[in-house]
């Protein structure tokens, strides 16, 4: 008994519907309709007929939610093995041919990044007649490690700006 209580609670922690959290439910509501039934015998009252149909309704719906649940986690690893041998093929394709080595193909790298760079180096060794590229166009005149300071358009130079304070400049400008 104690087994069972440890493995319940730890299967509430578990994804996906577990043989033990399915069992407890199942005797619970066994349990309710048991306990809904003698109550209907000792006071004749329709209202445990009526809450003995929504707890099996209910009951059956927790049932068939559980199936569901766990045909989708076989639909899915089954998925994720197709996918797994499919990309191992991919892997051994990839090995063949020296040049997808460093690309999303490639088994040698995980980013994309090194094969368009090698594509890149090899393009510009073969033929010099090709733009450059956009990293070196939009590079700042003059050195790469330089920074330059955006000259400042107001002439205060405490850092504080106010829209209120530009109002008062843009007045002050007009009026002279």
């Known amino acids: 008994m104690a087994s069972f ?3 319940l609670w730890s299967s509430i922690f578990t994804a996906g519907p577990t043989p033990t959290l399915l069992l407890a439910t199942n005797v619970s ?8 039934f003698a109550l209907l015998l000792a006071t004749y009252s329709i209202h ?3 809450l003995s149909i929504i707890s099996g309704g209910l009951w059956y719906s927790i049932n068939w939610f559980a199936r569901e649940i766990t045909r989708a986690q076989a639909q899915a690893t089954d ?3 197709s996918s797994e041998k499919e990309s191992a093929e991919e892997k051994k394709s990839a090995q063949i041919d020296p040049r997808t080595r460093g690309t999303p193909d490639g088994a040698d790298s995980d980013t994309e990044t090194e094969g368009l ?3 890149k180096s090899t393009q510009a060794g073969s033929s010099p007649s090709q733009s450059t590229s956009a990293s070196t166009t939009l590079q ?3 050195s790469a490690s330089e920074v330059r300071k955006r000259p400042s358009v107001s002439g205060d130079s405490s850092g504080y ?3 209120d304070s530009e109002w008062e400049k843009v007045d002050d400008s007009n009026g002279n």
């Open 117 to 119: 760079l090698d594509r």
């Open 5 to 7: 209580i440890e493995n």
């Open 29 to 36: 509501f066994a349990a309710l309709q048991i306990l809904l």
């Open 140 to 142: 700042v005149p003059g």
């Open 79 to 81: 998925q994720e093995k």
């Open 48 to 50: 445990f007929v009526f």
């Open 161 to 163: 700006t106010s829209t």
